[in-house]
């Protein structure tokens, strides 16, 4: 605070931390300020949360209704009226959307990221988040802003335009675009696409009450939860209005209770997990323990025969490819080495039969493999496909 000459922010913490916010004894521990600053910012919580859930609610229905009018989506249109595109799915390929967004708003206010000045400024939600209040951005004949985040989509998908950008693209299977299949050549205009993120980044306490940035940094699994457990309430739906289609989420009644659709807070998950899973996780890895401790260092040869001495070539390869590890192999060892994790000794590039792996844990027979591009070759993938038969076959 002193070396920013952050001084407001020093009388802040004084006022916060001084004695008389403290109770005086445990009989007014319950009434002292800082147990009441405590109890508002749970309250306020609360607050942000429900309001949160009205938000994403209202981005949904905005930006369902602006994918079905804007003049340039007239193939979608057709699907919606011939009954090819149902609400439903349309609805699955619209929240996939939000869900994008949310993640990239909490990922990248919580410097999660990284990434060059380029993303920042040219490519991140955060910069379209910034539009919401510049009310001459919100143009409805213009759908640069949302061509642009397509764009982004695509890069969090295509692990050579993440490099191009300086970020690590991500594996999983939001951002795969065949999952918005019917969504992707659609446009959207530029004030419709601000006016949705408007209510995801904004939100009112109340009536009478400014509004207010939503702190996507500080917001916690539970709001993310509720977010979802809301969702579950609604049912998509389609109709016309003015000669306009217009989709919208209605209370969907019984509907949740007879698929048992719930979500499940995370206290009663963590109990779950204690008394169900931890336990046999444990037994599994004892016998797992057990298993490694009878089995050879390296493997097994051809013949089937344990191998208890590596030729001079194998470990000569192997002392190379330590030399020449690639970053991510780099970073992966930091947390790896000196059994960093969970106490678990790990090796690199560990020759096991006739092949080298890039990290072995002989406590567990467990094997880590970091693959880039080229594994994606049909002939490296061939190999690799076989590798892992072989390797899985003598338990590791």
């Known amino acids: 605070m002193f070396a920013n000459e952050l001084f407001a922010d020093f009388q802040l913490f004084v006022r916060l931390v001084h004695r008389s916010r403290l109770p005086k004894s445990l009989a007014d521990a319950d009434q002292c300020l800082l147990e009441r600053y405590y109890r508002q910012t749970i309250e306020q919580g609360n607050r942000v949360r429900d309001k949160l859930r009205d938000g994403v609610e209202k981005a949904l229905n905005i930006l369902g209704t602006a994918l079905l009018q804007h003049p340039k989506n007239q193939q979608l249109r057709e699907e919606v ?59 409805e004949h213009h759908d640069d802003l949302w061509l642009g985040l397509q764009k982004t989509f695509e890069i969090f998908s295509d692990e050579q335009k993440a490099q191009l950008l300086g970020i690590a693209p991500l594996n999983g299977d939001l951002f795969n675009r065949s999952g918005t299949d019917a969504l992707n050549e659609a446009r959207v205009s530029n004030a419709d696409l601000l006016k949705a993120l408007w209510y995801l980044c904004w939100f009112k306490p109340n009536e009478r009450s400014p509004w207010q940035r939503v702190n996507y940094a500080q917001l916690d699994v539970e709001e993310l939860g509720s977010i979802y457990e809301s969702l579950l309430d609604f049912h998509p739906t389609f109709r016309e209005e003015g000669g306009k289609l217009v989709f919208e989420l209605v209370p969907a009644g ?11 807070p995370r206290e009663l998950v963590g109990e779950l997990i204690k008394s169900a899973l931890e336990p046999v996780l444990q037994e599994r890895l004892e016998e797992a323990k057990r298993i490694a401790q009878s089995a050879p260092y390296h493997g097994f040869d051809a013949l089937g025969r344990p191998i208890l001495r590596l030729p001079d070539d194998i470990r000569h390869l192997c002392r190379e490819f330590r030399k ?4 991510a192999e780099q970073l992966l060892w930091e947390c790896l080495r000196d059994r960093r994790l969970a106490g678990l000794k790990f090796r690199r590039q560990h020759a096991i039969g006739r092949y080298i792996v890039d990290f072995y844990c002989h406590e567990h027979r467990l094997i880590i493999e970091l693959e880039g591009s080229v594994h994606d070759r049909p002939e490296q ?5 076989v590798r892992k038969q072989e390797l899985e076959a003598q338990g590791f």
């Not at 993938?381 to 496909?385: I, M, P, W, Y």
């Open 324 to 327: 020449s590890m690639t970053p």
């Open 254 to 264: 019984m509907e949740r209770k007879s698929t048992g659709s719930y979500y499940t």
């Open 381 to 385: 993938a061939e190999h690799d496909k």
């Open 81 to 139: 009226r011939n009954g090819a595109l149902k609400p439903e799915k349309f609805y699955r390929q619209l929240l996939r959307l939000i869900y994008r967004l949310l993640f990239l708003l909490v990922a990248e206010e919580r410097n999660l990221i990284g990434g060059s000045p380029v993303y920042r400024d040219h490519y991140s939600v955060s910069r379209l988040r910034r539009l919401t209040e510049v009310k001459s951005a919100r143009v």
